[in-house]
């Protein structure tokens, strides 16, 4: 049986992964025995809490989309669950949209939508959903990337959403730059909407 002191170098996370856990020494048929026991939640594939911690607080909406991103190294929130993380639209995410490298080898997963990208650096951000700390595009890549993997009427209303915006200042002149960087032409739209 392993020492409490080594589940001690955790608890002052919200959550800790599995090669947290091996980095401390604790193995994962160690981990097995604490979640039956019920001293650990198993939050998804590899992730863990404490059971009495209240420190993984996530809005019950975002809980999925934080625990997926989590699970997938060096994945990044994108399109339609980028969107409505910030508020620019009104659809439910059926799934959990997360951009990956291109060449990266993810298995598939339930109720996530991989998209394959050449750039996973560029508006690449971090924000905090609840208390923990995720890896999203901004705005103005978020909007670039709906014109290009996206139908275009949901593109145009989360353009329209950004422009509006109460929350977040739009900054047209990096949406543009963005386009450009991304080789998408949607200047007219933007153009039209801002007059």
């Known amino acids: 049986m392993t020492s409490p002191y080594k589940f001690e170098l955790l608890k002052n996370k919200s959550y800790f992964d599995i090669n ?10 160690l981990l097995h025995y604490y979640v039956q026991q019920g001293t650990l939640r198993r939050l998804g594939r590899g992730i863990y809490t404490f059971a009495e911690s209240k420190k993984f607080i996530v809005p019950f909406e975002f809980e999925d989309l934080v625990l997926a991103s989590l699970n997938i190294p060096n994945s990044v929130i994108c399109l339609i669950s ?16 997360l951009a990956v490298k ?86 007219k739209y933007i153009e039209v909407l801002t007059l």
């Open 20 to 29: 947290d856990a091996h980095s401390v020494g604790i193995s994962n048929s």
């Open 82 to 97: 980028a969107l409505a993380v910030f508020g620019l639209t009104e659809e439910i995410p059926r799934q959990s949209w």
């Open 102 to 187: 291109h060449n990266a080898r993810v298995s598939k997963r339930q109720h996530v939508k991989l998209v394959h990208m050449r750039d996973i650096n560029l508006g690449k951000t971090k924000i905090k959903i609840g208390n923990v700390l995720v890896s999203i595009f901004d705005r103005e890549r978020t909007i670039a990337d709906c014109f290009r993997y996206l139908p275009k009427e949901i593109a145009l209303k989360a353009l329209k959403y950004y422009l509006a915006s109460n929350d977040h200042k739009p900054n047209v002149a990096k949406l543009i730059k963005c386009f450009k960087a991304m080789r998408v032409s949607a200047d």
